[in-house]
């Protein structure tokens, strides 16, 4: 029998709890650590709809990278919708796990997979915060090399790779060879991306006095897209799940989706 507890630990073996950022919540955040799990569910969010479909596959356990629970509540109650969330996890016994930062900055998580879905290679952390023990770099961003082309080209490259609705760009006027990636809102580490010598950096949730910083630098700014540019470690996350617990299903959402849409 595999239990909630059990599961935690493995997905803390991938992305230790230490790495989270000091704002962040990760971890069990409801739902009981001895429940028995048959079936598992992994999504992006914790969004009624993805608890709904939890509920419809018969999930013990839900496994997301955004976290449900952000900051401290004083009551859970239908009122609001992390409340009703909560309350629908909690009666129908299905677990919440989350990991997030700690899977932002953990090698093998949201960045390694967003630079492997870009076709990167020769990777190094954007912003290292430490090494983990076996004797590897973490923190959150990557950079990394890729064949050199026009920047039209390589707008379509994300597009395609993400499945992206649309980007926002600035252009820095230089042809792509050094990127850096930055799943999520990462518009504040362009300095990093400049370090590095990156000529083009790609991340989500940009400010416009961040496009116009890049592009005076000379760096192409590319928005992807939050769900986009984080989406792309829930297969490699349920794999993992799956390799490590064979006796156990494990589910990838079926109907999570950006909810951002492009006219």
């Known amino acids: ?156 490259r994300v597009k395609a790779a993400l499945g992206c609705g649309g980007l926002r760009y600035a252009d820095g006027g230089r042809e792509v060879r050094r990127v850096a990636v930055g799943g999520g809102a990462c518009g504040d580490m362009l300095a990093d991306a400049v370090r590095l010598g990156c000529d083009t950096f790609v991340t989500a949730d940009v400010k416009y006095n961040q496009f116009a910083d890049a592009q005076a630098l000379g760096v192409s700014l590319i928005d992807a897209g939050h769900f986009p540019t984080e989406n792309v470690v829930c297969p490699s996350l349920a794999a993992y799940l799956a390799e490590m617990f064979p006796d156990v299903e494990v589910l990838l959402s079926k109907i999570h989706a950006d909810v951002v849409k492009f006219a």
């Open 1 to 156: 029998m595999r239990t909630v507890s059990e599961i935690m630990r493995a997905l803390f073996e991938l992305a230790p709890a230490d790495m989270q950022e000091d704002w962040d919540n990760v971890g069990l955040l409801c739902g009981r650590a001895g429940r028995e799990v048959r079936r598992i569910l992994v999504a992006l969010d914790p969004f009624p709809a993805v608890i709904e479909e939890a509920k419809a596959v018969g999930a013990e356990l839900l496994v997301t990278h955004h976290p449900l629970i952000f900051s401290a509540r004083k009551s859970v109650q239908d009122g609001d919708v992390v409340g009703r969330s909560l309350l629908t996890l909690i009666e129908s016994g299905i677990a919440a796990v989350n990991l997030h930062t700690n899977l932002d900055s953990a090698p093998g998580g949201v960045n390694d997979c967003l630079a492997k879905a870009l076709g990167l290679t020769d990777l190094e952390v954007l912003a290292p915060a430490g090494t983990d023990g076996q004797g590897r770099a973490y923190g959150i961003g990557r950079a990394g090399v890729t064949v050199p082309c026009p920047l039209p080209d390589f707008l379509a």
